[in-house]
């Protein structure tokens, strides 16, 4: 499975971005897709997760009401966007995809994913 994540760029402090992670399949190997970041220095950090089973989403605690996930099986995209944004919410975003169809436990756990894109920058400045 490829993915390709895309839309990060340079946002100031306030504003809101859109990124997008397009996928090479929609088949069992990607039963959910997720959002994480890693910021400089940082471990990785959950952010967001699209179950396509029952179109489930889930969130991160620390996140939830800022960002939203959204997905187009036909297209086989999966979106994040993300809402006033914050200097500290600058990391690359690395689009990920899962065999299994997490719950909301399993999702923020980096080994329970199968593959991993390469990741898009996200800036924000003060």
């Known amino acids: 499975v490829q993915l390709q994540a895309s839309g990060g760029g340079l946002v100031q402090a306030g504003g809101s971005l859109r990124l997008s992670c397009a996928a090479s399949?929609?088949?069992?190997?990607?039963?959910?897709m997720a959002w994480f970041r890693q910021a400089p220095g940082k471990e990785r950090e959950f952010v967001a997760a699209?179950?396509?089973?029952?179109?489930?989403?889930l969130y991160a605690g620390s996140l939830k009401g800022r960002v939203t996930i959204s997905a187009d099986s036909a297209k086989k995209t999966v979106d994040l966007r993300m809402y006033s944004l914050k200097p500290e919410d600058t990391a690359v975003y690395l689009c990920?995809?899962?065999?299994?169809?997490?719950?909301?436990?399993?999702?923020?756990?980096?080994?329970?994913?199968?593959?991993w894109g390469q990741g898009t920058l996200v800036t924000v400045s003060s």
């Open positions: 990920v995809a899962s065999t299994m169809r997490l719950i909301t436990s399993e999702a923020p756990i980096t080994r329970n994913y199968d593959y």
């Open positions: 699209f179950r396509w089973s029952g179109r489930n989403t």
């Open positions: 399949e929609r088949t069992s190997n990607t039963n959910t």
